[in-house]
């Protein structure tokens, strides 16, 4: 078998790609580990920043997203007594989508299927191979068992946290940097049939731990709230996390709608980098490089960001043979990277109960002067919505 670009993970950054390097004339075959039904059904991110939302449009797959999604104008900050809300807007010009990942995930690859590159589900044994040199290739199992080899011009490593491309990137003679952060809690995350409660999304800093209001359609609430990392979804009855939200998301009377929850999980929370995204023809992007806490929703949007990139890199270096943006791509990507852990580590911090009655003070203050400065309320909303793709 044989493809321009070998794309390993059918997550969003991988579908995601292949469809814009079909669009640029590139072919390429995506290999994927888990079944289509697993890979639709994991349940991530719902915020789309407006490049996300261009992307998609531009790529062939914002039909629905466009009939669907729910164009948001800004957030509510809350602490104790308090409801604040930025206008994005008004701060900067943006505004933010609620669009389910799994709903972009089930586009692309219903978009893929019908007449788009090849899509194999259910491989394993993927490993990159001769990454340093002009032809590199994909070692594989398909879903019969049949061991398979993928020649390429490049490989691109989109398959996330946990798999196998970092570290052949960490093995090339120039290695790898690794910078990372484990936060002291979990985010205990559900989905509920119940109307939303609220018209934005709301943040809420509580003494207790931070709950955040979110949702995934008129009728579909996405509800937060922070735990232990060692605690056991067990140990969550359906009263004790409506309970926990109700306190901690409280208002002068107001509570959240409740309804039958239909998901529950807990979410570990790291921030982690690793620096380069590139080894010889093997390029990294999205979770395979880095990885943000969900406070502020940037990991699937960088994950895009970074595709949005290394297409156009790619397309220069494969179609004009000029290695210029390929050569340049970790470095850019980088930077867009450093800004978004910045921005989710500040979320954060500023919005978990963690340390003394110091740390609480200080972080009410942060919050006071967002909600007081318009400058700080444009900082953090220009972060929020997505700052500019650099060229
Ligand atoms: P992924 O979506 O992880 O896709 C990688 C793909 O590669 C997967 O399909 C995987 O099965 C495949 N793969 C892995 N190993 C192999 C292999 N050996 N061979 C072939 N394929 C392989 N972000 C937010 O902004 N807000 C959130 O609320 C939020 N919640 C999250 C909850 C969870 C549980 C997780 C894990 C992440 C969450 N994120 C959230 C982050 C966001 O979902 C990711 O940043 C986004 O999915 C990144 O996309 P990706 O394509 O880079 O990686
Ligand atoms: C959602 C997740 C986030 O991390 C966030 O900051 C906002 C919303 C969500 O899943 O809806």
């Known amino acids: 078998m044989r493809t321009q670009v070998g794309i390993i993970g059918a997550g969003p950054a991988g579908l995601l790609l292949s469809r814009l390097l079909t669009r640029h004339g590139i072919d390429s075959v995506v290999l994927e580990n888990r079944s289509r039904d697993y890979v639709e059904a994991r349940i991530r991110a719902g915020i789309l920043e ?143 049939d119940a109307a939303p409660a609220t018209d934005e999304l709301i943040y809420a800093w509580h003494p207790d731990g931070f709950a955040l209001y979110s949702m995934r359609s008129p009728k579909v609430s996405r509800l937060y709230l922070q735990v232990d990392p060692d605690e056991k979804i067990e140990d969550w009855s359906d009263d004790r996390i409506w309970d926990g939200l109700a306190t901690r998301l409280a208002l002068d009377g107001w509570a959240p709608n409740t309804g039958p929850i239909t998901d529950r999980s807990i979410l570990p929370m790291r921030s982690f980098v690793s620096a380069p995204m590139r080894r010889g023809r093997l390029f990294l992007a999205g979770d395979a490089a880095h990885i943000v806490p969900p406070t502020g929703a940037k990991g699937l949007n960088l994950a895009v960001a970074d595709v949005t990139l290394l297409a156009t890199a790619l397309v220069r270096l494969l179609r004009e043979g000029r290695t210029d943006l390929a050569d340049a791509y970790s470095d850019t990507a980088l930077r867009r990277v450093w800004r978004c852990t910045h921005f989710s580590w500040w979320m ?33 909303a220009e972060n929020y919505t997505g700052l500019p793709i650099e060229a």
């Open 50 to 192: 407006q490049h996300t939302v261009d992307t998609l449009t531009a790529a062939g797959v914002g039909d629905r997203l466009h009939r669907e999604g729910l164009e948001h104008s800004g957030i509510h900050l809350q602490y104790p007594g308090t409801r604040h809300t930025l206008d994005f807007p008004a701060l900067c010009g943006r505004s933010v989508w609620v669009y389910g990942q799994t709903e972009v995930t089930k586009d692309l690859v219903a978009a893929q299927l019908d007449g788009g590159p090849p899509l194999l589900f259910e491989v394993s044994d993927v490993t990159p191979e001769d990454v340093d040199g002009d032809a590199p290739r994909i070692r594989f199992t398909d879903a019969d068992g049949i061991p398979q080899v993928l020649e390429c011009d490049v490989i691109a490593g989109t398959d996330g946290f946990h798999g196998p491309s970092r570290a052949v990137v960490a093995a090339g003679a120039g290695g790898a940097r690794v910078w990372e952060r484990t936060y002291p809690y979990a985010w205990l995350g559900i989905l509920a």
């Open 348 to 380: 954060t911090s500023m919005l978990h109960a963690s340390g003394d009655d110091f740390d609480a003070q200080l972080q009410l203050s942060q919050l006071r002067r967002v909600c007081s400065s318009e400058a700080a309320a444009r900082e953090l």
